[in-house]
């Protein structure tokens, strides 16, 4: 009998819907770009360094394939099929199963929740980040494609 396959699991909505808190609850295997910048710059409000930040998650990523981990998410926003097609490239690349979970929430449930975070996206910021949410597809070649919404 044959191990099952590993997955990646790509998260995707805005800032204040809820990625990082469903992730808690899943109980670990997260590669998070906040955590990312607060690790390299003491501060995951920095955007400055989203190249690194990205190399970093990316590398991250392939080494959990590599040694083995069963589910490895991505918390970022991953708005639009450009951001998550790395993700899906690299889960293929490394014989893993790619799945979405979109989370489906209201741009002002979003806001509200934002402004209640310590670290608050600028209001016209969330607006642009609205802007460029595409709901993911299974065309992008994601096996699983799961809704959360609010």
């Avoid at 808690?24 to 409000?45: F, I, P």
């Avoid at 970022?76 to 951001?83: A, C, F, G, Q, V």
């Avoid at 293929?92 to 929430?105: G, N, R, S």
Wanted: aromatic share 4%; proline share 4%.
């Amino acid at each position: 009998m044959s191990s099952p396959k590993q997955r990646v699991v790509v998260l995707v909505g805005l800032p204040g819907s809820g990625k990082s808190t469903w992730l808690e609850k899943q109980g670990g295997g997260g590669l998070s770009s906040d955590a990312m910048r607060k690790l390299l710059r003491d501060n995951e409000a920095d955007q400055t360094i989203h190249g690194e930040v990205f190399t970093l998650l990316r590398h991250l990523l392939r080494l959990r394939l590599r040694l083995g981990a069963a589910t490895t998410y991505i918390d970022s926003t991953n708005l639009s099929k450009r951001e998550r097609r790395i993700w899906v490239k690299i889960a293929h690349e490394l014989d893993a199963d790619c799945e979405a979970v979109f989370f489906d929430v209201p741009l002002a449930l979003c806001k509200a929740r934002n402004a209640k975070r310590t670290r608050v996206v600028p209001a016209e910021a969330m607006e642009q980040l609205a802007g460029r949410l595409v709901r993911p597809e299974p065309a992008e070649g994601f096996a699983a494609i799961r809704v959360v919404s609010n």
